[in-house]
Nanobody, 125 residues
Framework: QVRLMESGGGSVQAGGSLTLSCAAS????????KAWFRQAPGKEREGVAA???????YYSDSVKGRFTISRDNAKNTVSLEMNSLMPEDTAVYYC???????????????????WGQGTQVTVSS
C-alpha cells in the first residue's frame, strides 16, 4: 500500500512563494506519474501540475509560468515550487500518484490511484 505524505503548506502574502513536498512510502511503478491537485472551498478539485517518470511535465493554464513541479526519483519525492502566489491560489493542495501520465494529467482525477491527506495553502491580499 502506497502512502503519500505532503508537507510545506502555510500562509503567505500575495506575490510570495511556497514549496510543497510529497513523499511516497514505497517505490513502485504504480506511482510513476505524480501530480498536484487543489481544492478551494465550494469548488471542485482541479489539477495543478503533473510529472512523469522521464520528467515530462504538465501544467494547468492558471499556474503555468508561476509554478514548477519537479521530482527526485532517488528519494521518491515530488515538489511543487509556487511563485507569484495570488489569493485565488488559496486551497487545500493534494499530492496524487498513478501508474502513468496522459494528456488528461491535470484535467482529470481519473487514473490517480493514491492521494495524500492534503496541505492548506492560504494566500492573503
Amino acid at each position: 500500500q502506497v502512502r503519500l505524505m505532503e508537507s510545506g503548506g502555510g500562509s503567505v502574502q500575495a506575490g510570495g512563494s511556497l514549496t510543497l513536498s510529497c513523499a511516497a512510502s514505497i517505490e513502485t511503478v504504480e506511482i510513476d506519474c505524480k501530480a498536484w491537485f487543489r481544492q478551494a472551498p465550494g469548488k471542485e478539485r482541479e489539477g495543478v501540475a503533473a510529472i512523469y517518470l522521464g520528467g515530462v511535465t504538465y501544467y494547468s493554464d492558471s499556474v503555468k509560468g508561476r509554478f514548477t513541479i519537479s521530482r527526485d526519483n532517488a528519494k521518491n519525492t515530488v515538489s511543487l515550487e509556487m511563485n507569484s502566489l495570488m489569493p485565488e491560489d488559496t486551497a487545500v493542495y493534494y499530492c496524487a500518484a498513478g501508474p502513468w501520465c496522459t494528456d488528461t494529467a491535470v484535467t482529470s482525477t481519473a487514473g490517480y490511484t493514491y492521494w495524500g491527506q492534503g496541505t492548506q495553502v492560504t494566500v492573503s491580499s
